[in-house]
């Protein structure tokens, strides 16, 4: 089994920047896709970003220039670095892992983690 856990979460002004972590542990060795959702208030579970150990990524338009995913493939680990952050980016922030490439169109991803906490606010 694979372990995910998420950091870096907390409450920031609009326009401020965050950086969240992922770190897997456990039968990591055959992951693939790596990727960020979140859940804001009253919706639905959305994709964020996410990337595969060959780098192919894949992301919501709505944070395209502002949100940006990386990989170290060699620690297991996914960073989410969100820049000019607004009040509708608030939200459970999950990392998620598959060992298909595909999970990061499909959205099925084997491994989740428990999610931080994002909140933008004045």
């Known amino acids: 089994q694979v372990r995910l856990v998420e950091s870096g979460g907390g409450s920031v002004q609009p326009g401020g920047s965050l950086r969240l972590s992922c770190a897997a542990s456990?039968?990591?060795?055959?992951?693939?896709?790596m990727g960020w959702y979140r859940q804001a208030p009253g919706s639905q579970r959305e994709l964020v970003a996410s990337?595969?150990?060959?780098?192919?990524?894949n992301s919501a338009d709505s944070v395209k220039g502002r949100f940006f995913i990386s990989r170290d493939n060699a620690a297991n680990t996914a960073t989410l670095e969100m820049n000019r952050l607004r009040p509708e980016d608030t939200g459970v922030y999950y990392c998620?892992?598959?060992?298909?490439?595909?999970?990061?169109?499909?959205?099925?991803?084997?491994?989740w983690g428990q999610g931080t906490q994002v909140t933008v606010s004045s």
């Open positions: 456990g039968s990591y060795f055959a992951i693939n896709a």
């Open positions: 998620a892992a598959d060992t298909a490439y595909d999970a990061i169109y499909t959205g099925q991803y084997a491994y």
């Open positions: 990337i595969t150990s060959g780098g192919t990524e």
